[in-house]
């Protein structure tokens, strides 16, 4: 009697379902989670539509194919570098969950990128480059070419994007690629500035012809390169398509390769972070106390600057503050200078931005600040803790402050009302910290350690809405008399003293400085248990 022998289904049917179930089984996790799928998709869809609508229009346009080229290669570059930003948005994007099953490379690469296919994303890449592809295809060639070019162009967009996860898939998994996550808003929101002012100056220059020259180039660059091809079969020149297409094939080919390299390579060698340090490593550390520690005061100053810098660079919440506020606080000001409505007085954004670093100082240490707590048992540690913080942010803050300023400065031509908007920035600056000290000693909260995105523990956003607001109109309130004077001496015409305000102005901070730190000092002493118990919560 024989057995009945059961087909076994291919390596591909079985990662494309397995794919179909990670989403399904994705949404039942939770309401909110579907609703937000749901969402997406919606709001993707009418992007969609609406730039598949403006393409559909643009055919026949003279720089239908500047636009098609493009869209086609900012597609592929939202490909490859959104799931650095993002690795935890898929949990397919991880192959060295793989790496311990039975199979071989080519056949994992294969299997991976059918499953890739499925989804929102890959969707509507389809349909974008449809109507990129409908935008340029002309006569029957053009529309051969299409229907080449769309399925070529999308499966190379994937594979781009994969490739590069595979590649650094040790990295997006570690510390250090947590923190490219976490640094995602601040690269879009850049991004989008730079978006912004491409489009001003677009708009300035005359339209659509003069971004020709750079859809030349991008016009040669896979996957681009296969609507660059529709759009010279199109026109006849059969050669040029023909070489355009079969470079995108060809990058295909080879970015299929480069993942099943990264693919072998995962499989074989051990993640370095598994390997063990020599053993005198510690010994070295030891007894070298480093570069930094070398620089800063002794004392118990310098141990607290070192660990607060250390925070900085080590610790994503506070590197992603301290970066976004470094990178908001140029960009602002030199955007609007450079599009030519901008003020020196702009510049004040970077003391404002940075200046607000000082707040919830101990909240910034979560659950670690029982150890601080340790160390303090009178006014004065209390004082010498922080002072030292203080002075850590002032290390940098005040050098940027005037580097920010100077920049403006030159890029407006406007170095007559450098002291004076230098003294401002200043003494805003100072009075962001002198507020900040006393904040963070009055109105302490927790920051969640297990969320990227969550700044506030559930139940304490109020008391961190109060904490941020009031000392901003405090830091408001204490720069008020530097103001009158700069209004007073401009109204009065006694422009020759406006270079006081820079002396005047860096004093005056020093000083609220000074008295925020000897406010805070005693309340973080009294307070000390009620300031635990709040930055420990979540």
């Known amino acids: ?22 989403l399904k089984n994705g949404l039942r996790q939770s309401s909110g989670r579907t609703v937000a799928f749901v969402l997406s998709i919606v709001v993707g869809s009418i992007v969609t539509a609406g730039i598949l609508l ?15 080229v493009l869209l086609t290669g900012a597609l592929a570059l939202a490909w490859a570098v959104m799931p650095l930003f993002l690795p ?7 192959p060295s969950r793989l790496v311990m099953l039975p199979l071989r490379p080519r056949q994992l690469v294969r299997a991976l990128l059918a499953a890739s296919l499925v989804g929102v994303g890959p969707v509507l890449t389809f349909l974008l480059t449809v109507g990129a592809a409908l935008a340029v295809a002309q006569g029957a060639a053009g529309t051969v070419l299409a229907v080449l070019a769309v399925p ?10 994969r490739a590069v ?35 001003q100056r ?14 030349t180039v991008v016009g040669w660059l896979p996957p681009a390169a296969a609507i660059g091809a529709v759009d010279s079969a199109s026109r006849g020149d059969y050669a040029v398509a023909a070489a355009r297409l079969l470079l995108t094939a060809a990058a295909l080919v080879a970015l299929l390769y480069w993942w099943q390299r990264s693919l072998v390579r995962l499989m074989v060698e051990p993640d370095g972070s598994t390997i063990g340090a020599a053993p005198d490593a510690g010994a070295r550390d030891k007894a070298d106390p480093g570069r930094l520690a070398r620089i800063l005061p002794g004392g118990r100053t310098g141990t607290v600057m070192e660990r607060s810098l250390r925070y900085i660079w080590r610790d994503p919440k506070t590197k992603a503050a301290w970066v976004t506020s470094l990178a908001v606080g140029l960009i602002v000001p030199l955007f609007s200078a450079v599009q030519g409505g901008g003020s020196i007085y702009f510049a004040c954004w970077a003391s404002g931005l940075l200046g607000m670093l000082m707040y919830n100082q101990f909240g910034q240490d979560t659950s670690a600040f029982w150890m601080v707590a340790q160390t303090i048992s009178t006014t004065a540690d209390a004082y010498a803790e922080l002072r030292a913080r203080a002075l850590a942010l002032l290390s940098i803050t ?4 005037v580097l920010v300023m100077a920049v403006t400065a030159g890029v407006l031509g406007e170095w007559a009302e450098f002291p004076e908007a230098l003294g401002l920035s200043l003494g805003l600056l100072g009075a962001m910290m002198g507020s900040g000290a006393v904040t963070s000693a009055s109105f302490p909260y927790s920051i969640p350690q297990d969320s990227g995105y969550k700044n506030v523990v559930p139940g304490q956003g109020a008391l961190a809405g109060f904490s941020v607001m009031g000392g ?4 408001g309130l204490l720069c008020s008399p530097l103001i009158a004077v700069t209004v007073y001496l401009h109204v009065s015409d006694q422009r020759s003293l406006l270079w006081l305000l820079l002396p005047a102005g860096a004093l005056y901070g020093a000083l609220l400085v000074l008295a925020g730190l000897k406010i805070a000092a005693p309340r973080t002493a009294r307070r000390l248990p009620e300031i635990l118990a709040a930055v420990s919560k979540g």
């Not at 935890?88 to 991880?94: K, N, S, V």
């Not at 070529?152 to 781009?160: I, R, W």
């Not at 998994?173 to 601040?186: H, N, Q």
């Open 202 to 215: 677009l708009g300035q220059a005359g339209g659509l012809g003069s971004l020709e020259p750079a859809a």
């Open 152 to 161: 070529l162009s999308t499966m190379t967009c994937v594979a781009l994007s």
């Open 165 to 199: 996860v595979a590649a650094n898939v040790r990295l997006l998994t570690s510390r250090k690629g947590r923190d490219l996550a976490l640094l995602s808003g601040l690269f879009i929101a850049v991004g989008m500035q730079f978006v912004n002012f491409a489009a």
């Open 54 to 68: 403006a393409l559909v229009l643009l055919r026949g346009h003279a720089d239908a194919v500047t636009v098609a």
């Open 398 to 401: 005040v050098p940027f402050t």
């Open 1 to 22: 009697m024989s057995a009945a022998t059961t087909p076994v289904p291919s390596l591909t049917s079985v990662f494309v379902r397995l794919k179909l179930s990670l």
């Open 472 to 475: 901003m109109v405090a830091s």
């Open 88 to 94: 935890g948005g898929d949990e397919t994007l991880d």
